[in-house]
């Protein structure tokens, strides 16, 4: 079974073949240096660069197969910048009929679970946590037709306060990486943390609660003149998420006991999260970086559990 790919819900361009739950090609355009600039991502030029970019994904993948061999063709059909979206599901719809192929429309969390199981199997119950730019979940399969998500964010990712967050200590964009390094440095020095927020449901998130109680501090600290520490700032931040992440974690899996947990999305290139995820569980996987970020194999990963009759 060849599946073809699209993944194109935020600022990457991905195509991908797998065959038979093992990964054949895969090629990922990121706008990120663009979107830089202008210290986030601007939706409309996003539309547009995916129009260029899946030009030039288009010609590689005619190099890399005859494309008549595929099989079926997926895609993400949500949750994602509309603009994007649509180039991926006009492109699919294409190809697909082109080659008079199924489609299968895809959603983009769950291909984020399934990035962890990317030439492996997965064991059931399996809980995911997804933490990136745009989402924040935590996800309960209790087998490939039934999954839960258990909590939420209930306003900001966890990557965008990542990233508001250094931008008000002038850090850059994006600022999650930054902060992390800082984090890394300054981990022994400064070891507190600001205060967990808390939330009607024990396990959403409101990480919207933490950036302003942050947020809060450095004001109060710039209308007395005090001198801002950037280092312990962005390090008690860290270990902020962390904690919260980890609270969270371990209630999902005393109630759940789920046999296998993944880390998935573009936060979870963070060093202290990886730490702490990999201590929780006695069996936590951690998909390799291409694909914890935006990217279409996971998204054919998902349409092969679907799609496969053995199981
Ligand atoms: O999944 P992703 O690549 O893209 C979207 O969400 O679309 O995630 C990007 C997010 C950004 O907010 C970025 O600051 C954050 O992931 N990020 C990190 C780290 N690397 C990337 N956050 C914390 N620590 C990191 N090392
Ligand atoms: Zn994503």
Redesign the pocket.
């Known amino acids: 079974m060849l599946i073809f790919a699209i993944e194109s819900s935020?600022?990457?361009t991905s195509f991908a073949l797998l065959e038979d739950n093992k990964p054949i090609w895969m090629e990922t355009i990121s706008q990120i240096d663009i979107h830089r600039k202008y210290g986030g991502?601007v939706p409309e030029l996003a539309s547009r660069l995916h129009v260029k970019n899946i030009g030039i994904l288009i010609e590689k993948l005619k190099k890399i197969i005859d494309i008549k061999k595929i099989d079926y063709v997926a895609y993400t059909k949500e949750p994602g910048l509309v603009g994007s979206l649509h180039v991926g599901y006009v492109v699919a719809n294409a190809i697909a009929m082109l080659l008079e192929k199924p489609i299968l429309p895809l959603n983009h969390l769950e291909g984020h679970f399934f990035s962890a199981f990317i030439g492996k199997e997965v064991e059931y119950p399996a809980l995911g946590l997804i933490v990136?730019?745009?989402?924040s979940q935590l996800m309960l399969y209790k087998s490939k037709n039934e999954y839960e998500v258990i909590g939420q964010t209930q306003d900001d990712?966890?990557?965008?306060v990542?990233?508001k967050i250094?931008r008000k200590l002038n850090l850059g964009f994006?600022?999650?990486?930054i902060?992390?390094k800082k984090w890394m440095e300054f981990r022994d020095k400064y070891t507190g943390h600001f205060t967990i927020p808390h939330t009607e449901t024990q396990l959403n998130f409101s990480f919207s609660g933490l950036k302003t109680q942050v947020i809060n501090l450095i004001n109060n600290q710039i209308n007395r003149k005090q001198e801002i520490n950037v280092d312990q700032y962005a390090t008690m931040f860290?270990n902020t998420v962390v904690l919260y992440l980890k609270n969270h974690l371990e209630i999902a899996i005393k109630k759940y006991h789920p046999r296998v947990i993944v880390l998935a999305?573009?936060?979870s290139?963070?060093?202290a999260?990886r730490e702490m995820f990999l201590n929780v569980h006695s069996n936590a996987i951690i998909p390799e970086m291409k694909y914890?970020?935006?990217n279409a194999m996971m998204i054919a990963r998902l349409a092969y559990e679907l799609l496969r009759r053995d199981r």
């Open positions: 935020h600022d990457d991502t990136s730019g745009g989402h990712a966890v990557g965008e990542f990233d250094a994006p600022g999650g990486p902060i992390d860290e999305g573009g936060v290139a963070n060093k999260i914890t970020t935006d």
